[in-house]
């Protein structure tokens, strides 16, 4: 199933996650840089349009390539100040932006280990929560061990290169910004005060369970 209002992707899968598989294997990091921000920037506009008063004309007119909220750094700015995104997610998104515009831009940039990339990759807090996920301690009385086993298995074997760490980044918040939309669905479908908000995770651990 595809949305075609998204304009630079006629055939825009609607489920999110559909279309980070599609992108996981481009194989150049070029590719993949580019790319796979698209899927944070849609989603971030869904999340957006969840949130607003429902307004389908002034939404589309908002969100439209030339409007107000076209461009990818004011979609993450407004979200930051709805307080949709914490401030440490924000800041990580900028930095993804940043990665997004080198790659499109410098030609000179070719693959994730090159200088400025490598350097704003290890500077995502999701760099810092990944290694301690792939170093952590599994107890061998934890019933899920085997489950947090093979999790741990498939972190470190994407943490091997710097493009991994960027993909994780990229998965986790797609998670993180699907569970905020579905909240803001629900509490503009529920009573005042039926809705309890769930925390913005602070580190990919939240992915575990």
């Not at 790319?35 to 307004?55: C, G, N, S, Y």
């Not at 409007?67 to 979609?75: E, F, Q, S």
């Not at 070719?110 to 490598?118: A, L, N, T």
């Not at 489950?147 to 797609?174: C, H, N, P, V, W």
């Amino acid at each position: 199933m595809a949305d075609s209002s998204h304009p630079n992707f006629p055939h825009f899968p609607s489920d999110p996650f559909e279309l980070f598989y599609l992108t996981f294997d481009h194989g150049k990091d070029r590719a993949q840089a580019i790319t796979m921000p698209v899927l944070l920037e849609h989603l971030i506009k869904r999340v957006l349009r969840a949130a607003f008063r429902q307004d389908d004309e002034i939404a589309n007119e908002l969100f439209r390539p030339s409007g107000a909220l076209g461009n990818y750094g004011t979609k993450v700015r407004l979200a930051y100040m709805l307080g949709v995104l914490s401030e440490t997610t924000y800041k990580d998104f900028l930095i993804i932006g940043k990665i997004r515009n080198k790659f499109a831009h410098a030609f000179t940039i070719k693959e994730f280990c090159d200088q400025p990339i490598k350097q704003w990759i290890e500077s995502l807090s999701t760099y810092r929560e990944l290694n301690c996920i792939r170093d952590e301690e599994i107890d061998q009385k934890d019933p899920d061990i085997e489950f947090k086993a093979a999790f741990k298995f498939t972190i470190s074997q994407q943490l091997e290169t710097d493009s991994g760490y960027y993909r994780e980044t990229i998965r986790f918040y797609s998670h993180s910004l699907q569970t905020e939309e579905e909240w803001w669905k629900k509490m503009r479908g529920a009573s005042s005060g039926a809705a309890t908000r769930p925390p913005w995770p602070k580190t990919p651990a939240s992915r575990r369970r």
